[in-house]
């Protein structure tokens, strides 16, 4: 049904919650415990959460993820009143990045995908926080933000741009799946079709619907076949 499978990284075949815990034992160390990490958490997250796409929906002027994580955290650790530096948090939790752990269906879906269709990576990501994962996969090609200067969803031209051209096939014949809104806006923008994996039970953000709407990649054997 579909030529090509196209995947997002982070929470789509891959839970960079299961480092938290590792992150912030790092980032605090001896001061460490689980109300100061969530305290920082929760603050830093709210800053990136709010920022983020502020920036990569940007097609002036890109800025990779380090370069944003480092403004929004070093406002962060002003407010909580905090002597860590900014650049060794955001070392930290890119590197960290680099060593999240497949959701257990993750594997199985692309060796299945990788029979019948060419499989490919698209990821708002810097080189450093994704390359360590990608030799663990059986894919085609990545298409990393920080590569061709350019997000999933900003404006006007985006990175699914250079999956159809690499690829020379319709739209349609391209399956994006991911689990944000820039995931779901940026693919459809090119008549690609989208799926929404919600594994975590969020509120959809974004305008419209996805063609499909999984909680587990288990549930598209049948789609991609």
């Known amino acids: 049904m579909f030529k090509v499978i196209s995947l997002d990284m982070f929470q789509t075949l891959v839970d960079v919650n299961t480092r938290r815990d590792v992150i912030w034992r790092k980032i605090l160390e001896d001061r460490y415990t689980k109300e100061l990490q969530d305290e920082y958490w929760g603050t830093i997250n709210g800053y990136i959460f709010q920022n983020f796409h502020k920036h990569s929906n940007n097609n002036e002027e890109f800025m990779t993820i380090r370069n944003i994580f480092e403004i929004y955290y070093e406002i962060a650790l002003k407010e909580l009143k905090s002597d860590i530096v900014s650049k060794t948090a955001v070392n930290i939790i890119l590197e960290e990045h680099g060593n999240a752990e497949f959701y257990d269906d993750s594997i199985e879906f692309i060796e299945m995908a990788a029979l019948k ?109």
Do not use: Q
């Open 117 to 225: 269709s060419k499989v490919c990576i698209v990821s708002d990501a810097d080189k450093d926080m994704i390359h360590p994962i990608l030799p663990k996969i059986n894919y085609d090609k990545a298409f990393i933000s920080e590569e061709y200067g350019i997000y999933k969803n900003t404006k006007g031209t985006n990175i699914f741009k250079y999956v159809l051209e690499h690829y020379n096939v319709l739209p349609e014949e391209i399956l994006h799946i991911g689990d944000s809104t820039s995931d779901i806006m940026g693919a459809k923008k090119y008549g690609i079709k989208t799926c929404w994996i919600n594994r975590h039970g969020y509120t959809k953000r974004f305008e419209g619907e996805a063609d499909y709407t999984v909680t587990s990649l288990k549930e598209l054997g049948e789609i991609i076949c």
